[in-house]
């Protein structure tokens, strides 16, 4: 009975699973709605998005292909491709880049219209000038560049601190060499001269100039490889800057002892002062600045201030990238922090003003122009350099992590604080001064 009554069940199943089956394939599926988009809808997207990525100052360059550029490639390889995005003209731009009067600055006789700036290092070949310009910056420094050509470091040489937005390099001065250089700065010269024939500054822009940093071979001798710089790039610089602070050529910062930072800049002086003068304008040399390291003593910033006096140059940039590790203050851990090599980018900050102030201590009776450089990401770090006493700021590391609005985005910024206190960017520099 239970036998019978187990195979009636069993066959009630099947037949009722069959007849669901065909109940199901027979049945009309309900249509569902706004679950996949269409692919008309998809275009729109897609189409809305890239036009939005077309103006630089839009978030999602920097909240969007900046991070993916970050995670599909490694530091070096995302350096070369912002680079190559450039030099292609496939970077967003700046529909409107109105500097406002209060931003500007008076250096090397000169009037900046901006006085952010770009630090040597991103462009170290001089192949992605006017794109730099046409992001806003006030003034474009390419280089480092030495005589002879040198690959550098061996890879990899170059590490992201995501977390702190920031980056260690040892590339160790990797360029192509004098000639290359200026094969580039050449054929730029040559197709903007008809263009711009009344210009009288290399950046062929006005209120913008042109710097070009100079550096040695690792090899090199420590003099004749910058007088070589000097006769070599003068002509095409609107500032030529010797770099004597990288911290990854053996020996290099050694230059910034006082007797040969002194006897180095006095020559480089003279080198210069025998220039026949710039191209664009024969009347006006470069005037000379020198980079060096936050990572020196209060005697040894006072003993670089001296230098810079008794060889009579035009300016300083500080600072470099900084051998030190504030571990306390990282929040980026593992090997990479420990990494050889400069830091830079957000915790160089601190590191780098506290030493911008003391140089502004033992400068501030002189002509000389201090350039803030480190650490800046925003209106505020600019700000905070030039009431230390800077008369114009550069960045890079933040630029890479920002992305390509953030010229414009500092420049706004310092604007609305500038306005908001009724004064100009001139009035502040070295207003904290004691």
Known sequence: MFARSARAFS?????TNANFRRFAST?????????????????????????YSLDARSAINEYVWCPLIRQT??????????????????????????????????????????????????????????????????????GSVTPLPQ???????????????????RYGFNSSGH?????????????????HPQAVDNSFREGKLLGINLGKNKTGDEVEDYLKGVDQF????????????????PGLRDLQSESKLTNLLTAVVKQRDQLA?????????????VKVAPDLTEPEIESIAKSAKDAKIDGIIM?????????????????????????????????????????RKYTKDSDLVLVGCGGIDSGKDALDYARAGASFVQLYTGFAYKGPGLPRKIKDEITQTLKAEGKTWKEIVGSDDP
């Open 319 to 359: 600072s470099n990238t900084t051998v030190q590790r504030p571990v306390d203050k990282l929040i980026t851990q593992g090997a990479v922090v420990n990494e050889t090599g400069g830091l830079s980018g957000k915790p160089l900050k601190e590191i780098a003003l506290a030493s911008f102030k003391l140089l």
């Open 73 to 142: 490639t490694s530091a070096e390889g995302g350096h070369k491709l912002g680079i190559s995005l450039l030099r292609n003209g496939l970077y967003p731009r700046l529909f409107v880049d109105y500097d406002d009067p209060v931003l500007q600055v008076d250096v090397f006789g000169k009037t900046l219209n901006n006085p952010i700036g770009m630090a040597a290092g991103f462009d170290k070949e001089g192949v992605v000038i006017d794109p730099l310009y046409n992001l806003g910056f006030g003034y474009v420094e390419i």
């Open 179 to 195: 000639w290359n250089v200026l094969g580039h700065l050449r054929v730029r010269f040559e197709s903007l001269l008809p263009k």
């Open 277 to 289: 003068g710039k191209l664009l304008d024969p009347s006006v040399k470069p005037p000379v600045l």
């Open 234 to 249: 003068g002509p095409y610089a609107d500032t030529l800057v010797i770099n004597v602070s990288s911290p990854n050529t």
């Open 151 to 169: 690959p550098g470091n061996p890879q990899p040489r170059f590490f992201r601190l995501p977390q702190d937005d920031a980056v260690i390099n």
């Open 27 to 51: 049945t009309p599926k309900p249509k569902v709605k706004g679950i996949l988009p269409s692919p008309t809808t998809l275009l729109v997207v897609a189409i809305g998005a890239g036009l």
């Open 11 to 15: 066959k009630s199943k099947v037949n």
